[in-house]
């Protein structure tokens, strides 16, 4: 009887032994798991600090070649995954009359991949059309280009913004008498009070959200 209980003793002792490791080898397993994810994250955020942090620290001629960089690399992608919304605008001619004409107005929104959007507006009146490119990654504006003309004139502008979608450089270059744009593009002086991007392009983006109802 007695040797009975000393073998259910220690096979109890054992058995609490074994449950008391599984406890231990879980938990630490569970800690190792909280940290790899917490280092996962702490690397993530880490990525993206730096990767603001280096935008930040471009001049401007080195943001402007990182724009034309992202530009071009538009350009291989081509015009995918677009939605297209259409609405009319009523417009007034030059008669006495007061007669008025109807033009359609097109708004393109095309999410190129993970980084990149393009949003094209196509917009026209009597006797003038103009064609909106605005250009975001990562949800961001960081350029804008407008070609347009109106009788005799046409024109280009080129908007270059910063990480903060704030104006950086403003180049424009116009043609007058019906000739075609040529020479290089001339750079326009920045309004510090209106660098940015929904102030010094509003009226392009009143155009956008007129087409796309967001009036």
């Not at 059309?129 to 250009?135: D, F, K, L, M, P």
């Not at 990654?137 to 908007?159: D, H, L, N, P, Q």
């Amino acid at each position: 009887m007695k040797n009975f209980i000393f073998f259910i003793t220690i096979l109890l002792f054992f058995l609490g032994s074994c449950g008391g490791n599984s406890e231990n080898i879980s938990s630490k397993n569970s800690h190792a798991t909280h940290n790899a994810r917490s280092e996962k994250e702490d690397l993530k955020d880490g990525e993206l600090s730096k990767e603001e942090e280096e935008e930040k620290e471009l001049t401007v001629d080195e943001r402007v070649e990182q724009i034309r960089g992202w530009y071009a690399e538009i350009q291989k992608i081509g015009m995918q995954n677009c939605k297209t919304k259409r609405k009319t605008r009523r417009e007034q001619g030059f008669s006495s009359d007061g007669e008025e004409f109807k033009f359609e107005q097109a708004v393109k929104t095309c999410g190129l991949n993970e980084d990149f959007e393009l949003i094209r507006g196509e917009f026209s009146g009597y006797e003038w059309g103009q064609e909106v490119s605005v250009y975001k990654r990562k949800g961001k504006i960081f350029f804008i280009f407008v070609t347009g003309g109106a009788e005799a004139w046409s024109y280009e502008y080129r908007y270059y913004f910063d990480s903060n979608e704030n104006l950086i450089r403003h180049l424009v270059r116009e043609a007058d008498g019906g000739d075609e744009l040529s020479g290089p593009n001339k750079e326009k002086k920045i309004d510090p009070k209106k660098k940015n991007v929904k102030v010094c392009a509003k009226e392009y983006f009143d155009e956008i959200e007129f087409v796309l109802g967001k009036n």
